[in-house]
Structure formats: C-alpha cells, structure tokens
C-alpha cells in the first residue's frame, strides 16, 4: 500500500522568505504525486502535480516542486512566500498503475503560517 | 463551470441516528469520490463512484455506503452514528476513474458534520 509522510505538522516563515514544505512518499511503481492547499472550513484546491518528465514542476500561485527518485521526496518550495499563502497543505500520491483499494492516498497534511 | 457543490454544508447529529449527504460533481465528470478528514486521522478515502458502480472502498465499517445516480450526484449514508463520526466529509470529482486519472481531483468545499 502508498504511504505518504509530511515530517512537519507546523512550518512558520517570515513574509518575503523562501518556503519549503516536505513530503516523502513510498509507492511501488512510478508514483503520481499531488500538492493541495487547504484554506479554512473550505475544501482543498489543486497546486500542481508530477506525473513523469521534468523533475521540477511548476503550479498555481508560484509554487514548485521537486520531484526526487532516489530520496522518494516531493518538497513544496516557493521563492518568497505571502501571508495569504497561509494554509493546510497536503501532500498525495498514487502509483501509475492505478489507485489500488486507497484511491489517492494523502499525508497528514502541514500547517504554513506566513508571519508579517 | 459550476464546481463541485455538496449539501448540507453543516449539520449536527445525535448518536445512532443516520445522515444522508449529497453530492453534485463538475458537469461531465464522472468519478465521485468520498474522503473523511479528521484532525488525529487527516484525510482518508471512503470510496469510489464511476458510473453508478462503487469502483473502490476505503477502509471504513459497512455503516458508510453510498450511491451514485445517472447525472452521476452522488449521496453517502452513515447509519448508527457514533461520536467518532464528527469529522468534515469532503466530495471529490475526475472525468475519468481514479486509476485512469493523471489529472487532479476538484474538491467541494465538505459537509461538516457533529455527532453528538
């Protein structure tokens, strides 16, 4: 079964300084990995993906990820973060063979708080 | 486009009463999935709906089903309802089934439900 870990329940960074969320998969085969983002009582948003290709890919909002084969690792990165990019953020993968009984399989998902 | 919209968006409950929640996907999108987030146990996949047939199942009691109609809306029912079962239910939707989907998943914005 896919597994997804996001080490940090909490990330705080002052406005105008790069971020990086992390997040570290298992998956047997290729994985499909997602970034969503979470605003209060709302449901989640789409911020980008990696499906195969480059291994930095680039999203919504001026997010990008890395996609790392060897370290099973997908970090959410921006170069100067906003306070509206405060947020729940999660991290989700499937394998490319399909979703199995587990549908898209999220992490637990890490608070942002963007400080003015 | 209209987006995914589920109703009721909030609701309080007793425990062993049941609960009906609805769901209208993206025009056109066939695959409605279903996702239990909690605080301790973040987001976890009820199931899967592609057209009218529960494709996949999450691991959750038999007191969770659902159903899918021709327009493809769909509705989960919980029967007996415990304490436990406080948690938003988020409805998710895809053109095509979870194991065929490269895309992302468009998210409603949950029923939040409180079991009393």
Redesign the interface.
């Known amino acids: 079964a896919q597994s997804v870990a996001q080490p940090e329940d909490q990330v705080n960074v002052a406005e105008g300084n790069p971020l990086t969320v992390k997040c570290t998969y298992s998956v047997s085969g290729n994985p499909?990995l997602?970034w969503?983002v979470q605003y209060p009582?709302?449901?989640?948003?789409?911020l980008l993906?990696y499906?195969t290709g480059d291994n930095l890919v680039k999203g919504s909002y001026g997010f990008e990820a890395e996609f790392n084969k060897s370290q099973t690792s997908f970090h959410l990165k921006k170069p100067s973060a906003l306070v509206s990019d405060s947020a729940l953020y999660?991290c989700a993968v499937?394998p490319e063979?399909?979703?199995?009984?587990?549908?898209?399989?999220?992490?637990?998902?890490t608070h942002l708080i963007i400080q003015p | 486009k209209a987006g995914?919209t589920?109703t009721p968006r909030y609701l309080i409950k007793t425990r062993g009463q049941q609960v009906t929640l609805s769901c209208s996907p993206i025009s056109g999108h066939r695959s409605v999935?279903w996702?239990q987030q909690t605080p301790g146990q973040?987001?976890q996949?009820l199931f899967?709906y592609f057209s009218e047939t529960q494709r996949?199942?999450?691991n959750f009691p038999g007191r969770f089903s659902g159903r899918q109609f021709s327009n493809s809306r769909s509705e989960m029912n919980v029967s007996t309802l415990e304490l436990g079962d406080s948690a938003l239910y988020?409805c998710?939707s895809s053109l095509l089934r979870?194991?065929?989907n490269?895309?992302?998943?468009?998210?409603?914005?949950?029923s939040?439900l409180t079991v009393l």
Not at chain 1, 41 to 46: E, K
Not at chain 1, 97 to 109: N, P, W
Not at chain 2, 102 to 110: D, K, N
């Open positions: 499909y997602f969503y009582n709302r449901g989640l948003q789409f993906k499906i999660f499937r063979s399909g979703g199995g009984a587990d549908g898209l399989t999220f992490g637990k998902g | 995914v589920q999935s996702y973040g987001l996949f899967e996949n199942k999450g988020l998710a979870h194991r065929s490269t895309g992302e998943l468009f998210f409603g914005e949950g939040r």
